[in-house]
């Protein structure tokens, strides 16, 4: 594999794991459980866990769904910065 696309693939990686500690820092922090964002986003539960873990990156959808129905800071869900309020 080309070197470029392995530096991708790294910072790739970091990033959903990055999105998906913040995902589940929020909700941990706002008392949500993980049934409660499935039911409320559409998707499954084990989906939730692959985003929290960072297994898998969510979809725009499911940021949209979650920043709508949870208050979420769009920014700092994604981007980071200080911890959300």
């Given at each position: ?11 790739e990686?970091?990033?959903r ?12 922090k ?5 049934q409660?964002?499935a ?5 499954q ?19 949209k ?6 208050g ?14």
């Open positions: 594999m080309p070197k470029n696309i392995e530096i991708i693939d790294s910072q990686m970091i990033y794991q990055e999105l998906g500690e913040r995902l589940k820092s929020f909700r941990v706002n008392g949500i459980r993980q409660e964002v039911a409320e986003t559409g998707i539960q084990p989906s939730l866990v692959r985003y929290e873990s960072g297994k898998r990156c969510p979809s725009l959808y499911f940021v769904q979650f920043v709508e129905k949870f979420c800071d769009l920014h700092w869900l994604v981007f980071g910065g200080e911890d959300q309020k």
